[in-house]
C-alpha cells in the first residue's frame, strides 16, 4: 500500500468490514471457498472486552466442522441454560450440547488465527468513510494508519456492529423499537458478592459470578429507563447505586475491570442484502444478548453466507444463491429477535410479569417443551425451507454420526466429510447408488461422494441418498436422479465441463 499524498488503491473479490466474530467467520468461509477476501476493521486488533462468553451447542458443531474447536482447548461446559431468567436444560443430542464458556476475547483471536492463515487480508485501525454500489462492483474508501486506501471489490459484506457504518452510509432500512429498559453490567475484583442467577427482588433484577476472582455484576431497577449513553458506558458509581438500591449492598470498594450497558432495543434490517451489499451478525440485527444468542446468531449468518458468496465470485454458481442467504437467515433472526423480545418482557418487567413466569414455569414441565426452547435457543432447532419434501432432516444439520467406511483410513464421522468447504452426497447402499453418483460426477470438484451411510437409522439407511450443502444442512433428499439433479444446480451451480468423476473419499482438501 502507497504512503503517497493520494490514496492507494486495491481491488478484492469481497470487502468485508468488520473483524468480529461474524466477521472473521466470513473471511474464513471466504478463503476455504476460494474467494480472495480484504478484512478492515477500526480496532487495532481483536476486542479485549470480555462481553459473550458463550458459544452454542450450533456454533460449536460449526466449528468442529472445519476442525476449528482444536484451537480452543476444552473450555467450561453447562447444560444448565435459561429462558427469560427460567431455568433451561440444553443438554439436546449433539457432540457439542450445552453451552461452552469461552470469552469474547479468545473467540476472536481463535477465528483471527484461521482467517490469516487461509490468506484472508486483515487491515486494522482502518475506518470505513464511504461506500459506493455501481457498474457491477462496491467502491469504499477508509482511513487507516498510511493515509487513505480506496477498494474495489464484487461485493461487500457489513459485519461491522450494532452501530453499523455501512448501515449508516447505504440508508438501509432497519425498522424496529429502541430500548425502553437496559441492565447495567460491570466486572470487579476485591468484592466477595454471593453468586445469584436472575435474583428478582422487590426493586429489580440482580445477577452475579465470580470466576477466577473476578465478579460479574449486572443489575436492572424495575420502571427504570435507559440512560444517555451516547456511545460511553457507565461509571462504576452508576453502578454500585443501582446494586445497592436493589441489593442492598455495597460494592463501591471493588475495582472496576470494565463497564457496560445493553438495552431491549429490537430491530432487524428489512433485507439481508442490497444488491452487491449484504449484512451479517449485529448490523443486520439488534437485540439484548439474552441467553448468549447474539454473537452466535452473527456467526451462524456468516457460516451460511461464506461458502454461497464464494461460489458466486468464483463463478460456480449464479448470483441468485445469495438470495438464499437473506431468505433463510432473516427468518432465523426473525425468531430469535422474538424470543428475545419474550425474554426481556420476563427478565425486565416488574411485579406484572409474575404470573407469565409462574405459567411458563409450568409449560417447561410438559413433554417436548424444554426440547423445543432448547433447541431455539442453541440453534439446533433451526430449519430451513428447502422446497418440496417430507424427509425429517430436509432442511435440518445432519448430525455428527459415525459412518461404516468401506476403505481404510477413509472419514469415520460424518462431519469429517465437510473440512474442506464442500457439500457431501450420502447413497443409498441399494442400485439406485450407481445411477446417483452419475448424476453427481460432474460436480466432483464441489460435491464429495460418500457410499459408506451413516451408522444411525438416518439419511440413507432410512430409504434416502442425502445431499449436504457447505454448511452442515441437509438441501435434498430422495432417490430420483431428476430430483438430485435440480438440488445440486441449485446448491452448487452449473456442472463442470467435460466428463466428471466422482467416486467415495475422492475429495482432496484444500491445504490448510
Given at each position: 500500500?502507497?504512503?503517497?499524498?493520494?490514496?492507494?488503491?486495491?481491488?478484492?473479490?469481497?470487502?468485508?468490514?468488520?473483524?468480529?466474530?461474524?466477521?472473521?467467520?466470513?473471511?474464513?468461509?471466504?478463503?476455504?471457498?476460494?474467494?480472495?477476501?480484504?478484512?478492515?476493521?477500526?480496532?487495532?486488533?481483536?476486542?479485549?472486552?470480555?462481553?459473550?462468553?458463550?458459544?452454542?451447542?450450533?456454533?460449536?458443531?460449526?466449528?468442529?466442522?472445519?476442525?476449528?474447536?482444536?484451537?480452543?482447548?476444552?473450555?467450561?461446559?453447562?447444560?444448565?441454560?435459561?429462558?427469560?431468567?427460567?431455568?433451561?436444560?440444553?443438554?439436546?443430542?449433539?457432540?457439542?450440547?450445552?453451552?461452552?464458556?469461552?470469552?469474547?476475547?479468545?473467540?476472536?483471536?481463535?477465528?483471527?488465527e484461521?482467517?490469516?492463515?487461509?490468506?484472508?487480508?486483515?487491515?486494522?485501525?482502518?475506518?470505513?468513510?464511504?461506500?459506493?454500489?455501481?457498474?457491477?462492483e462496491?467502491?469504499?474508501?477508509?482511513?487507516?494508519?498510511?493515509?487513505?486506501?480506496?477498494?474495489?471489490?464484487?461485493?461487500?459484506?457489513?459485519?461491522?456492529?450494532?452501530?453499523?457504518?455501512?448501515?449508516?452510509?447505504?440508508?438501509?432500512?432497519?425498522?424496529?423499537?429502541?430500548?425502553?429498559?437496559?441492565?447495567?453490567?460491570?466486572?470487579?475484583?476485591?468484592?466477595?458478592?454471593?453468586?445469584?442467577?436472575?435474583?428478582?427482588l422487590?426493586?429489580?433484577?440482580?445477577?452475579?459470578?465470580?470466576?477466577?476472582?473476578?465478579?460479574?455484576?449486572?443489575?436492572?431497577?424495575?420502571?427504570?429507563?435507559?440512560?444517555?449513553?451516547?456511545?460511553?458506558?457507565?461509571?462504576?458509581?452508576?453502578?454500585?447505586?443501582?446494586?445497592?438500591?436493589?441489593?442492598?449492598?455495597?460494592i463501591?470498594?471493588?475495582?472496576?475491570?470494565?463497564?457496560?450497558?445493553?438495552?431491549?432495543?429490537?430491530?432487524?434490517?428489512?433485507?439481508?442484502?442490497?444488491?452487491?451489499?449484504?449484512?451479517?451478525?449485529?448490523?443486520?440485527h439488534?437485540?439484548?444478548?439474552?441467553?448468549?444468542?447474539?454473537?452466535?446468531?452473527?456467526?451462524?449468518?456468516?457460516?451460511?453466507?461464506?461458502?454461497?458468496?464464494?461460489?458466486?465470485?468464483?463463478?460456480?454458481a449464479?448470483?441468485?444463491?445469495?438470495?438464499?442467504?437473506?431468505?433463510?437467515?432473516?427468518?432465523?433472526?426473525?425468531d430469535?429477535?422474538?424470543?428475545?423480545?419474550?425474554?426481556?418482557?420476563?427478565?425486565?418487567?416488574?411485579?406484572?410479569?409474575?404470573?407469565?413466569?409462574?405459567?411458563?414455569?409450568?409449560?417447561?414441565?410438559?413433554?417436548?417443551?424444554?426440547?423445543?426452547?432448547?433447541?431455539?435457543?442453541?440453534?439446533?432447532?433451526?430449519?430451513?425451507?428447502?422446497?418440496?419434501g417430507e424427509?425429517?432432516?430436509?432442511?435440518?444439520?445432519?448430525?455428527?454420526?459415525?459412518?461404516?467406511?468401506?476403505?481404510?483410513?477413509?472419514?469415520?464421522?460424518?462431519?469429517?466429510?465437510?473440512?474442506?468447504?464442500?457439500?457431501?452426497?450420502?447413497?443409498?447402499?441399494?442400485?439406485?447408488?450407481?445411477?446417483?453418483?452419475?448424476?453427481?460426477?460432474?460436480?466432483?470438484?464441489?460435491?464429495?461422494?460418500?457410499?459408506?451411510?451413516?451408522?444411525?437409522e438416518?439419511?440413507?439407511?432410512?430409504?434416502?441418498?442425502?445431499?449436504?450443502?457447505p454448511?452442515?444442512?441437509v438441501?435434498?433428499?430422495?432417490?430420483?436422479?431428476?430430483?438430485?439433479?435440480?438440488?445440486?444446480?441449485?446448491?452448487?451451480?452449473?456442472?463442470?465441463?467435460g466428463?466428471?468423476?466422482?467416486?467415495?473419499?475422492?475429495?482432496?482438501?484444500?491445504?490448510r
Open positions: 500500500m502507497s504512503g503517497g499524498p493520494g490514496p492507494a488503491n486495491m481491488t478484492a473479490d469481497v470487502l468485508v468490514v468488520g473483524a468480529g466474530p461474524a466477521g472473521l467467520t466470513l473471511a474464513a468461509e471466504l478463503r476455504l471457498g476460494g474467494a480472495g477476501v480484504v478484512v478492515v476493521d477500526e480496532r487495532p486488533g481483536p476486542t479485549t472486552e470480555s462481553r459473550a462468553s458463550t458459544l452454542h451447542a450450533r456454533t460449536m458443531e460449526i466449528f468442529d466442522s472445519r476442525d476449528w474447536t482444536k484451537h480452543l482447548g476444552q473450555p467450561p461446559r453447562e447444560t444448565r441454560g435459561h429462558f427469560g431468567g427460567l431455568p433451561l436444560d440444553l443438554a439436546l443430542p449433539s457432540t457439542h450440547s450445552g453451552q461452552w464458556k469461552v470469552a469474547q476475547t479468545r473467540t476472536e483471536e481463535m477465528l483471527q484461521v482467517a490469516a492463515g487461509l490468506g484472508a487480508d486483515l487491515r486494522r485501525s482502518h475506518r470505513l468513510v464511504s461506500v459506493t454500489a455501481a457498474d457491477g462496491v467502491a469504499a474508501e477508509t482511513v487507516g494508519p498510511r493515509g487513505r486506501l480506496r477498494i474495489r471489490a464484487r461485493y461487500l459484506v457489513a459485519c461491522d456492529g450494532e452501530d453499523s457504518t455501512v448501515r449508516r452510509l447505504t440508508g438501509a432500512d432497519f425498522p424496529g423499537r429502541d430500548a425502553t429498559r437496559e441492565l447495567l453490567r460491570a466486572d470487579v475484583s476485591g468484592v466477595d458478592v454471593a453468586d445469584r442467577r436472575f435474583q428478582r422487590e426493586h429489580g433484577l440482580a445477577i452475579a459470578a465470580t470466576r477466577h476472582g473476578t465478579t460479574r455484576v449486572m443489575v436492572h431497577e424495575f420502571g427504570r429507563p435507559p440512560g444517555v449513553r451516547d456511545g460511553t458506558a457507565p461509571d462504576f458509581a452508576e453502578v454500585c447505586s443501582a446494586w445497592k438500591r436493589v441489593t442492598g449492598e455495597d463501591s470498594h471493588g475495582t472496576p475491570l470494565w463497564l457496560n450497558a445493553f438495552g431491549d432495543a429490537n430491530r432487524q434490517l428489512s433485507r439481508y442484502r442490497h444488491g452487491r451489499v449484504l449484512f451479517a451478525g449485529d448490523s443486520a439488534r437485540q439484548m444478548p439474552s441467553g448468549g444468542q447474539a454473537l452466535n446468531l452473527g456467526i451462524q449468518d456468516a457460516f451460511n453466507l461464506g461458502w454461497k458468496l464464494a461460489a458466486v465470485v468464483r463463478g460456480t449464479g448470483d441468485d444463491l445469495l438470495d438464499s442467504y437473506h431468505t433463510e437467515r432473516h427468518a432465523v433472526g426473525r430469535v429477535l422474538a424470543n428475545i423480545r419474550a425474554q426481556g418482557h420476563l427478565l425486565l418487567g416488574g411485579p406484572e410479569v409474575e404470573p407469565t413466569r409462574v405459567l411458563l414455569s409450568e409449560l417447561l414441565t410438559l413433554p417436548g417443551v424444554q426440547e423445543h426452547w432448547a433447541g431455539m435457543i442453541s440453534g439446533l432447532g433451526i430449519r430451513y425451507a428447502m422446497g418440496a424427509h425429517a432432516l430436509l432442511g435440518r444439520r445432519l448430525p455428527d454420526l459415525p459412518l461404516r467406511p468401506r476403505t481404510p483410513g477413509a472419514p469415520r464421522r460424518t462431519t469429517e466429510l465437510l473440512r474442506a468447504g464442500n457439500g457431501v452426497l450420502f447413497l443409498l447402499d441399494s442400485d439406485e447408488a450407481v445411477t446417483l453418483a452419475a448424476v453427481a460426477a460432474p460436480w466432483a470438484g464441489r460435491v464429495v461422494v460418500c457410499d459408506a451411510p451413516p451408522a444411525e438416518v439419511g440413507a439407511t432410512a430409504g434416502r441418498a442425502l445431499l449436504v450443502r454448511d452442515g444442512y438441501g435434498w433428499a430422495g432417490i430420483r436422479p431428476d430430483g438430485l439433479r435440480a438440488a445440486l444446480r441449485r446448491w452448487f451451480g452449473t456442472p463442470a465441463p466428463p466428471g468423476r466422482s467416486g467415495a473419499f475422492t475429495h482432496t482438501p484444500r491445504r
